[in-house]
RNA sequence: GGUCCCAUCGUCUAGUGGCCUAGGACGUUGGCCUCUCACGCCGAAAACACGGGUUCGAACCCCGUUGGGACCA
């Protein structure tokens, strides 16, 4: 039997994109669930935007999310970088060209254009007319790009683990250029040079290769390789089915950390975007890594929904482990201001106990625990109306009772119950204006959690201040 | 334009010829809980694109139409 072996092959363009963050978990599940290989492999052909940084954010991309790979053991580098496989490459072209399954064509990219131009004028398909193909005598002092001598025999036929047999007329498949006329070996011949160096065993990838796939085929059969089964994962679109862009807001998994949500609501999130297990929606990474399969994998096209991701990172928030959810929201912390380095270990799981069932992300959390960290606290509007002098005995009545009771969740419910009782007002009207004074927002865990884990003397600080302004 | 892919609630999906009066989840919404906000719990509205076949029976199989998407660029 052989071994599973796969790969994610991202072009770096600045940062790892949800899209091909998806084709990668799905491509690791496969290889994890099957104990096979999943490499990554960067196309960074495209030498004028393959910048190291961008390298570096599919890295940081991957790592987040928590996708490690293995390292090719043919390569030099990990992962493998085409740049690295030039020579290889020109090889291979060269091989073909003195077998006879390629060719030079002279064709300037300027003549193909108006060529192109002309056949769509005349509503025809504007496919190569193979004219080099004939030439007898090539010189190999003029600049020439190589193709591939397609055939146009028979049919195609991709047996696609997802999209079933997909068929193509060979005669829709024309001559693919292989080299450009400045030595540069194109997309497509380099995909599947690497794929059979690298020994892949399945092809996983965006369905917008789908129909590069024949010619691959064919590449394969030139090359004398078996082919690897192909799998054409469907796109995920924007809320306007059109392709995920920018436009459509964030598309780089990086900004979804930057933007206060766990990894693992990101990984499940996108598990089930085309990929489902009965009625299951929350997945740990070892469940997934057992349950995946690729005949479970959808076909059509799933549009990304940013509240479904906010949710699935609330649950991850509110059912994690708290002390790890502390250590993340430090960052958080750190930008607004407050030192986190700083504070107390204990003092920051407490916040993050109060506050986890009540937000949605790291930074909303970071937000709402503001007033646990710094003084400089900012009354809010509603909170002002809380702040008036008919609730300046309520203020005065609590701060009195609270000097001589233990800052703790019991005894200060105990208080405030019997200070409701003797003034006869409900609890809420008690606890409104006091959660007005301590937070200056109307909008906080329960006020016997938030006195208690502010402390008595910055609670009965904050309680004077608003007294002494009142008065 | 050509080629290819796709089509179940607004969205992600379950469903592989009878278990479907179509299930779950997000969102929306009514209520309960309640010191605020949340969480949680209970309930509601909401879908098989359309038209033909095949079959005793079709969301499911076949054909066509329409709509969307991708690639050629």
Redesign the pocket.
């Known amino acids: 039997m052989n071994q599973v072996r796969v790969r994610f092959a991202p072009s770096p363009t600045g940062f790892l994109h949800v899209g091909g963050a998806r084709t990668a978990l799905f491509n690791w599940l496969f290889a994890r669930h099957s104990k096979g290989k999943f490499f990554l492999r960067i196309e960074d052909t495209d030498l004028s935007r393959s910048t190291d940084e961008a390298i570096e954010a599919i890295f940081d991309g991957m790592r987040w999310l928590g996708l490690d790979w293995d390292e090719w053991e043919a390569s030099e580098t990990n992962p493998v970088r085409q740049t690295a496989r030039f020579e290889i490459y020109r090889e291979k072209v060269e091989t073909l060209l003195a077998e006879g399954k390629a060719y030079r064509c002279y064709c300037s990219p300027d003549e193909l254009a108006a060529r192109?131009k002309e056949a769509?004028e005349a509503?025809k398909?504007?496919?190569y007319d193979g004219r080099c193909r004939l030439l007898t005598a090539p010189d190999p002092e003029r600049p020439a790009a190589v193709r591939f001598k397609a055939s146009s025999e028979g049919e195609i036929v991709v047996d696609d683990m997802v999209?079933?047999e997909?068929?193509?007329?060979s005669r829709?498949v024309d001559d693919l250029i292989i080299m450009r006329s400045d030595g540069s070996p194109t997309y497509n011949f380099c995909v599947v040079v690497d794929d059979v160096d690298m020994q892949i065993s399945h092809v996983i990838r965006g369905?917008?290769h789908?129909?590069?796939t024949p010619r691959q085929i064919q590449l394969y059969e030139a090359l004398g390789y078996t082919q690897p089964r192909f799998g054409h994962l469907?796109?995920i679109?924007g809320a306007d089915?059109?392709?995920l862009s920018k436009r459509h807001g964030a598309t780089a998994v990086q900004q979804y950390r930057d933007e206060g949500y766990l990894p693992e609501a990101m990984v499940n999130y996108l598990v089930?975007?085309?990929w489902?297990h009965?009625?299951q929606?929350l997945f740990t990474l070892p469940e997934m890594i057992e349950k995946f399969s690729m005949?479970?994998v959808?076909?059509?096209?799933?549009?990304f929904?940013p509240?479904?991701l906010?949710?699935m990172n609330?649950n991850y928030i509110?059912t994690g482990d708290a002390k790890r959810i502390a250590q993340l929201l430090r960052p958080h912390l750190e930008g607004l201001g407050v030192d986190a380095g700083q504070c107390d270990p204990d003092h920051l799981l407490r916040v993050v106990k109060a506050l986890r069932?009540?937000s949605r992300t790291l930074k909303e959390m970071a937000e709402s625990a503001f007033y646990f960290f710094s003084d400089k606290i900012s009354f809010d509007d509603k909170a002002k109306k809380f702040l008036t002098v008919e609730n300046l005995p309520i203020l005065g009545a609590v701060r009195q009772k609270l000097e001589g009771v233990p800052f703790e969740h019991d005894p200060l419910q105990e208080a405030f119950r019997s200070i409701s009782e003797s003034m006869d007002k409900?609890?809420?009207k008690i606890?409104?204006p006091v959660?007005a004074a301590v937070t200056g927002k109307?909008?906080?865990?329960?006020?016997?959690?938030v006195l208690e884990i502010l402390g008595k003397e910055k609670a009965l600080e904050r309680l004077d201040d608003q007294i002494d302004a009142l008065s």
Do not use: C, Y
């Open positions: 192109r769509l509503r398909v504007p496919r999209k079933g997909v068929v193509f007329d829709t369905d917008d789908l129909n590069n469907s796109m679109l089915k059109s392709r089930r975007l085309g489902s009965k009625d929606e005949a479970h959808g076909s059509s096209a799933a549009i929904n509240d479904k906010l949710w609330a509110k069932e009540r409900k609890l809420a606890a409104q959660r109307t909008v906080s865990p329960g006020i016997f959690d």
